[in-house]
Each structure stands twice: as C-alpha cells, then as structure tokens.
C-alpha cells in the first residue's frame, strides 16, 4: 500500500504537470482516467487501516474475515487452484506455488486484523460470529479441496502439499480464528456498524460514496434515497397484492409462496 501510494502520488504530479497541454479529445481522457487510477493509488496507504481494496478492482472492505472481503479473494485462490493441471510437473510446481500464496496471504489479512485492534478498530460483535463462521468454513474447504484425490499423484507432490497445508494455511486459519474468538478481540468489539464509529470513517465513507456513486451525494442522501425507495415498492406491492385480492403482509405473501 505504501509504494503504490507513492507510485500515485508521482503520477498525480505527473498528471498535473500536463494539465495545460494541448491535447487531443482522446489523449484528454486517457490522461482523465490515469488520473482517476492515481488518485486511488495515492490514498491507499492512508486508508489502509479502515478500508483496503483486496481484490484490486475498486470494491473496498472494511474487514479482511468477511464475506465480500476475504470471502470472494478466498474463494478466487481456491477456484484457481482448482484450475491447475497437475498431471504435469511443471502444473505440480506452480500448485505449490500457489500454496505457499496462500499461506503468506493469510498472515498478511491476520496482520492487518491485528493491526486494526492495535489502532482501536475491531470487527462489530453483530458481525464477528459471521467473521468465525467464515472462516471456519474456508477451513474446512481446505482440507477436503486441496488434501483430497492425490492418490495417482507423485507421493513427493502429496507429502509437499500435506506440509504445505498442515503446517502453513491450516495453522494460520486457527491462528485467525483464535484472535477473533479470544476474549481480549472479543470484549473490544463494538455493539454498533458502520465505519464511521472509527476515527477518519466519515471521511472514508464519504469518499467511496463518491467512488462508486459518480455523484457528489453525501451519505445520508444516499441512505435518504434508500428509504425512498424502499416506500415507493412497498407501495407498489400493496397495490398488487390489492389487485390479486392478497389480504396479508409482504412477509405473509412471501410464506405463502413457498407453498404454492
């Protein structure tokens, strides 16, 4: 995060030392789109403690152990592994490669983890059971993905990845788990969500409303929005269920589909 955000901050100047340039419609966007990268790059070391990117396409996560977080970069290693050919030598090698990813990118989300409790940010107790959930699921995905039909494999290529797995990723998903159900994790983890309960959230917030909105709207105009929204459907609903002569509620509507 530091170098890229270094890396940002250079191309920004570089940006703007081309602001007055005579450009052509084209290289003018181009150079409005490196911008944008840049921006992005620049503020990652800032932001790195409340929201990081882990998949590198823009969707930022508060919390590594959650779903749309680790869940889908965890879930993408596994699906690569899953794709290497390991009839080959040169299949086996890079599996075992990867392995040895996986492992290092689990302590790197534990150390982030333990690096935001040492700043006072800790996972909210509504969501930490889902966190250890998680987990514990991935977990169990490794031993039976990634240690299971390699009996017409080499026994060198199986004792390796064994050893990978016993004794890199597993022991670091126990370690990750262990902080999150230890009680000092646990009794600091607030009762509240939302990022802006931690120092610098509102800005953050504020921020990525603009990053994945496009629009100069404020958090609760969003969340205002929202709740819009939401009455002009359930009005919607409650015309249709007046036209199809439905006397209950949306949930009561929803049971009685189940049925049906």
């Avoid at 996986?102 to 302590?107: C, D, F, K, P, S």
């Avoid at 917030?205 to 359930?234: F, I, K, N």
Wanted: with cysteine; net charge negative.
């Amino acid at each position: 995060a530091l170098r890229r955000a270094a890396l940002g901050t250079e191309l920004l100047a570089r940006c703007d030392a081309l602001a007055d340039a005579p450009l052509d419609e084209e290289l003018r966007l181009t150079l409005e789109v490196a911008r944008y990268r840049a921006a992005a790059w620049a503020r990652e070391a800032e932001w790195y403690w409340l929201v990081f990117d882990p998949m590198g396409v823009g969707f930022y996560a508060l919390f590594a152990p959650t779903a749309y977080a680790g869940g889908f970069l965890l879930n993408e290693v596994h699906t690569t592994l899953k794709s290497v050919d390991l009839a080959a030598e040169e299949g086996r090698n890079r599996y075992l490669d990867l392995l040895s990813g996986y492992a290092r990118l689990l302590q790197q989300l534990l150390a982030r983890t333990k690096g935001q409790a040492e700043r006072g940010i800790h996972i909210p107790m509504p969501q930490l059971a889902q966190s250890i959930e998680l987990l514990t699921a991935f977990r169990k995905r490794v031993g039976e993905e990634l240690l299971s039909n390699r009996d017409s494999l080499p026994a060198a290529f199986r004792d390796a990845t064994e050893r990978c797995v016993k004794d890199t990723i597993l022991v670091g998903y126990d370690a990750f788990i262990a902080l999150l159900e230890g009680p000092s994790y646990r009794d600091m983890a607030p009762e509240g969500v939302g990022i802006g309960q931690y120092p610098g959230g509102d800005a953050v917030y504020a921020s990525l409303v603009r990053l994945h909105t496009t629009l100069y709207l404020t958090p609760q105009q969003v969340h205002d929005r929202g709740l819009a929204r939401m009455d002009e459907v359930r009005r919607d609903m409650a015309a249709l269920f007046d036209r199809i002569g439905f006397a209950g509620t949306p949930a009561d509507y929803l049971e009685a589909l189940s049925h049906d």
